[in-house]
Nanobody, 125 residues
Framework: HVQLVESGGGSVQAGGSLRLSCAAS????????MAWFRQAPGKEREGVAA???????DYSDSVKGRFTISKDTAKKAFDLEMNSLKPEDSATYYC????????????????????WGQGTQVTVS
């Protein structure tokens, strides 16, 4: 099993930046796919950014050029750097992971991930 814990959420003014981190514990060795999703009130969950076990990244069109997903192997964590934040980025952000992952397609599909964090709130005003 893998446990994921997000941190780094908060409130920020439009145009500001936040960095979310997802710390992983448990069965973290091997090839893992990692992703960030978000869900705003009254809206469906959407994929924001993903990182395949091959190092391929994928971003939603709404965040491309503003958000960056990265992996910190030493810390067993993966981060989401969010810049130029907009009010429409406000949501609860969830990290997700899939061990033994060889995906190159479907990285932004939530049903492909086995483990999820509890979520962290991001509010942009």
């Amino acid at each position: 099993h893998v446990q994921l814990v997000e941190s780094g959420g908060g409130s920020v003014q439009a145009g500001g930046s936040l960095r979310l981190s997802c710390a992983a514990s448990g069965r973290t060795y091997g090839r893992n796919c990692m992703a960030w999703f978000r869900q705003a009130p009254g809206k469906e969950r959407e994929g924001v950014a993903a990182l395949s076990s091959f190092g391929q990244t994928d971003y939603s069109d709404s965040v491309k050029g503003r958000f960056t997903i990265s992996k910190d192997t030493a810390k067993k964590a993966f981060d989401l750097e969010m810049n130029s934040l907009k009010p429409e980025d406000s949501a609860t952000y969830y990290c997700a992971a899939k061990p033994d992952c060889w995906m190159i397609l479907g990285l932004m599909r939530g049903y492909n991930y086995n483990y999820w964090g509890q979520g962290t709130q991001v509010t942009v005003s």
